[in-house]
């Protein structure tokens, strides 16, 4: 578990941290402490001693590991976690493992002994020691130096949708923070050059979760950024799952609702979510408008567990979203509907989850790319980590590529969990 929450730490950006006889000093590297302080800033209190003390964990070497459980090395893991909480220009503020671990490092040389093992402090009191408002201060000053930086800060996509969750997560008592942190965001999606690009607002869509943008003040969204957010209405509709007629808007809506799908997995490790939709007319989708090759949903997946029975034992494999999304197609307008008339104009859009607040890079994997085009979708889309909508040609299509056991052995455990009869996946299990 430790291992899991150092991995998705690792999301969250770079900072150096050195150490001294009096204690934590501040001295981020130049190329990396505006990073830092935004992805400190995206963190809680709770959150951020959780990553301190997993990163630490996971990095030590056995003899530090010891000495970790022991009250000294309990002590130096609470020192870390306090100045990366606190900041200021006396504390470290750090947001790398590599950091942490110098720092305590650099005590275990002069404390490490026989120490035995001791019984840490519960969390909730070590956060509860910090002084009042850490968190929001950690915001404030990411947005001083952003601000420092002017509108060319080198700040990706991801790190400013963190930088907007940190500010929407103090609640209505810090919430003029919400419309300088959303600037920084625009800022960033503004110099997006990659894949298909949505008019604002609906951008924010494919930037920041939807439930994360409903708690934010829409007071504070609306008029004190940029023309982006003059529309917050629309951009409320959107992030409700509603159809809003609009250039964009279908795209929006679709990626909303993908994401939703993907939170339904439960499983360990990425959480996607596919739609998989046609034109309302009878065209073909290819060198069709995003918004027109969007209009009717026909499949709906999300990445999850199939357990089943395997040379006399269980067998665990995960079920990709676009997999899914095609079994339940077939499932519900049978097959010669599906790939005669419905998948040779389909096009699947793909998500996939960063923690609650972004996403991520989501092409279809082998496996999902070899049955797409087995099944005849030749078109995805999918998000990308710096915003924007990637836009991926699968074709040539071919029946033939259901042969593959890269493709046929997920889509069977796909049909036969939601009940499907497909003939042309026997004929290719032949």
């Given at each position: 578990?430790?291992q899991?929450?150092?991995l998705?730490?690792?999301?969250?950006?770079?900072l150096?941290?050195?150490t001294?006889?009096g204690?934590?000093?501040c001295?981020?590297?130049?190329?990396?402490?505006?990073?830092?302080?935004?992805n400190?800033a995206?963190?809680?209190?709770?959150?951020?001693?959780?990553?301190v003390?997993?990163?630490l964990?996971?990095?030590a070497d056995?003899a530090?590991?010891?000495w970790?459980e022991?009250?000294d090395?309990?002590?130096?893991?609470?020192?870390?976690?306090r100045g990366?909480?606190?900041?200021?220009?006396?504390?470290a503020?750090?947001?790398?493992?590599?950091?942490?671990?110098?720092?305590?490092?650099a005590?275990?040389?002069r404390r490490a002994?026989d120490?035995?093992?001791?019984r840490?402090?519960?969390v909730?009191?070590?956060?509860?020691a910090?002084?009042?408002?850490?968190?929001?201060r950690?915001?404030?000053a990411?947005?001083?130096?952003?601000?420092?930086e002017?509108?060319?800060?080198?700040?990706?996509v991801?790190?400013?949708a963190?930088?907007?969750?940190g500010?929407?997560?103090l609640?209505e008592?810090?919430?003029a923070?919400q419309?300088?942190?959303c600037?920084?965001?625009s800022?960033a999606l503004?110099?997006?050059?990659?894949?298909?690009?949505?008019?604002?607002p609906?951008r924010?869509?494919t930037?920041?979760?939807?439930?994360?943008?409903q708690?934010a003040?829409?007071?504070?969204?609306?008029?004190?950024?940029d023309a982006?957010?003059?529309?917050?209405?629309?951009?409320?509709?959107?992030?409700?799952g509603?159809?809003v007629?609009?250039?964009?808007?279908?795209?929006a809506?679709r990626?909303?609702?993908?994401?939703?799908?993907?939170r339904?997995?439960k499983?360990?490790?990425?959480?996607?979510?596919c739609?998989?939709?046609?034109?309302?007319?009878?065209?073909?989708?290819?060198?069709?408008?995003v918004?027109a090759a969007l209009?009717?949903?026909?499949?709906r997946?999300w990445n999850?567990?199939?357990?089943f029975?395997?040379r006399?034992g269980?067998?665990k494999?995960?079920?990709?979203?676009?997999?899914?999304?095609?079994?339940?197609a077939?499932r519900?307008?049978g097959e010669a509907e599906c790939?005669?008339?419905?998948?040779p104009?389909?096009?699947?859009?793909?998500?996939?989850?960063?923690d609650?607040?972004?996403?991520?890079?989501?092409?279809?994997c082998?496996?999902?790319?070899?049955?797409?085009r087995?099944v005849?979708?030749g078109?995805?889309?999918?998000?990308r980590?710096?915003?924007?909508?990637?836009?991926m040609?699968?074709?040539?299509c071919?029946r033939?590529?259901?042969?593959?056991?890269?493709?046929?052995?997920p889509?069977r455990t796909?049909c036969d969990?939601?009940?499907?009869?497909?003939?042309a996946?026997?004929?290719?299990?032949?």
């Amino acid at each position: 578990k430790l291992q899991f929450l150092y991995l998705i730490g690792r999301r969250w950006g770079e900072l150096t941290v050195t150490t001294s006889q009096g204690g934590m000093a501040c001295a981020p590297g130049p190329d990396l402490s505006l990073r830092g302080l935004v992805n400190t800033a995206s963190l809680t209190d709770v959150e951020l001693y959780g990553r301190v003390s997993a990163a630490l964990r996971y990095a030590a070497d056995r003899a530090e590991k010891r000495w970790l459980e022991t009250p000294d090395g309990q002590r130096a893991v609470v020192a870390i976690f306090r100045g990366a909480a606190c900041g200021g220009g006396d504390v470290a503020t750090c947001s790398t493992s590599e950091g942490w671990l110098r720092a305590m490092r650099a005590e275990y040389s002069r404390r490490a002994g026989d120490g035995t093992p001791g019984r840490s402090a519960p969390v909730r009191d070590i956060v509860a020691a910090l002084p009042p408002g850490c968190h929001a201060r950690r915001v404030d000053a990411a947005l001083q130096a952003l601000h420092s930086e002017g509108k060319d800060a080198p700040l990706r996509v991801r790190d400013a949708a963190g930088l907007v969750r940190g500010a929407v997560l103090l609640g209505e008592d810090m919430a003029a923070l919400q419309s300088p942190a959303c600037a920084v965001l625009s800022q960033a999606l503004a110099r997006c050059r990659h894949g298909v690009l949505l008019p604002p607002p609906c951008r924010m869509l494919t930037a920041v979760q939807a439930p994360l943008l409903q708690r934010a003040s829409p007071a504070h969204l609306a008029g004190k950024c940029d023309a982006s957010f003059a529309a917050v209405g629309l951009l409320s509709e959107l992030a409700a799952g509603k159809d809003v007629p609009g250039d964009g808007s279908v795209l929006a809506a679709r990626v909303v609702e993908a994401a939703q799908l993907a939170r339904r997995g439960k499983q360990l490790g990425p959480k996607h979510g596919c739609v998989l939709c046609v034109p309302r007319s009878a065209a073909c989708a290819e060198g069709m408008d995003v918004d027109a090759a969007l209009g009717e949903v026909i499949g709906r997946g999300w990445n999850h567990n199939v357990f089943f029975d395997q040379r006399g034992g269980k067998t665990k494999l995960v079920l990709h979203s676009e997999t899914h999304a095609v079994a339940d197609a077939l499932r519900t307008y049978g097959e010669a509907e599906c790939f005669e008339r419905l998948f040779p104009r389909a096009t699947a859009l793909i998500v996939e989850l960063v923690d609650d607040y972004a996403y991520d890079d989501s092409h279809p994997c082998p496996k999902c790319h070899t049955l797409l085009r087995g099944v005849g979708v030749g078109r995805a889309l999918f998000t990308r980590a710096g915003g924007g909508v990637g836009d991926m040609d699968l074709r040539p299509c071919s029946r033939e590529l259901l042969d593959r056991e890269l493709a046929r052995i997920p889509f069977r455990t796909a049909c036969d969990e939601l009940g499907v009869d497909c003939v042309a996946l026997e004929e290719a299990e032949a």
